[in-house]
């Protein structure tokens, strides 16, 4: 009977050990007291940090020739955690941005992602391919378990024209690996694309972590990330122009716009110059008819930029953003 009673009391000593999440380690030789080793606190499930987005029409997988499969399923591998994956199976050191941008650039993809970095302590952010990124939002830090403990949202524009009626866009989720920092893909969502109006796609997921210390306190981190694709059906944009208007309406210059303008470009205007006119020529694809639009940007204004999107004749859009830097007002006397 005694022998039973010791085998009941070691188990129960057992059971009580594991439920707490800790262990003895062998007590030293001299007299200091034993260690207590606690489990470690890090998230069971791998961080979502962005999407691939390509368009499967009805000649196939996006007509400038994606290497994505019409149905994409299972894990494909992009970053090792020490080299970068290219879709032609090469390996890449990922020494800058670009190469990570690489993943998406050379399989021909529109995407958007962010990544933390395993040696520093900031995040990149990255758009590619005919998407804007249109909004990000970050609150995060890496925790004392060296887990990121926050949140990010990244929403991101896709407009297009006519040429992808009926085609399907897809979205293909991005995770990467806290402990190893491997990237990867895996898993996708898709929507019709047609002339009816606008959609949306998203994406997202919430880890969270918890554990109880031998002393008793409670530690919990948490990282929740969010995706948006917007897509939208536009116009086929025909001709652009800027038109220079002094303050008394007098006009000082009209300079045409193209699509050979950079992204981001910025452009000085007349040292006269009170207020610019935006006029945008467009044709309407359902029945052949121009139109215009004429957009007012004043020299006081502070955000003095403009969006243009050129089509590229077949689907896609060229979005180019123009900054216009007017002469500082003459100081008051």
Request: aromatic letters at 12%.
């Amino acid at each position: 009977m005694k022998k039973i009673k010791y085998l009941i009391t070691a188990a129960l000593i057992m059971s009580l050990l594991g439920l707490t999440a800790c262990k003895l380690v062998d007590k030293p030789t001299d007299d200091t007291e034993p260690d207590i080793v606690v489990e470690p606190l890090e998230y069971k499930d791998d961080y979502l940090i962005g999407f691939f987005a390509y368009i499967e029409t009805d000649d196939g997988v996006m007509p400038s020739g994606a290497d994505l499969p019409k149905s994409y399923s299972g894990k494909t591998v992009l970053y090792d955690g020490e080299s970068v994956i290219r879709s032609d199976g090469t390996k890449g050191e990922p020494n800058n941005d670009a190469e990570f941008y690489g993943m998406l650039s050379d399989r021909n993809l529109m995407g958007g992602f962010w990544y933390p970095r395993q040696e520093e302590d900031y995040v990149s952010v990255g758009g590619v391919n005919h998407l804007n990124i249109s909004s990000l939002n970050f609150n995060f830090y890496k925790s004392d378990s060296e887990y990121i403990n926050g949140e990010i949202s990244m929403a991101a524009e896709f407009y297009y024209t006519e040429e992808f009626y009926g085609s399907i866009l897809y979205i293909v989720s991005i995770f990467m690996n806290p402990k190893t920092g491997e990237i990867y893909v895996d898993g996708q969502n898709g929507k019709s694309l047609d002339a009816y109006g606008t959609s949306t796609l998203t994406m997202g997921v919430e880890l969270k972590a918890s554990r109880t210390n031998f002393d008793g306190t409670k530690e919990e981190i948490s990282f929740k990330s969010s995706f948006t694709v917007f897509s939208e059906k536009t116009d086929r944009l025909l001709r652009a122009k800027i038109s220079e208007y002094d303050d008394e309406g007098g006009l000082l210059k009209t300079t045409d716009i193209g699509e050979d303008i950079k992204n981001n470009e910025e452009m000085r205007v007349s040292s006269d110059c009170a207020y610019i006119i935006i006029e945008e020529t467009y044709l309407k694809d359902d029945d052949a008819t121009e139109y215009k639009t004429r957009t007012l940007v004043n020299k006081s204004e502070y955000d003095n930029y403009h969006t243009f999107r050129f089509p590229l004749n077949n689907g896609f859009i060229s979005q180019k953003s123009l900054k216009f830097i007017f002469d500082k007002a003459d100081p008051e006397v």
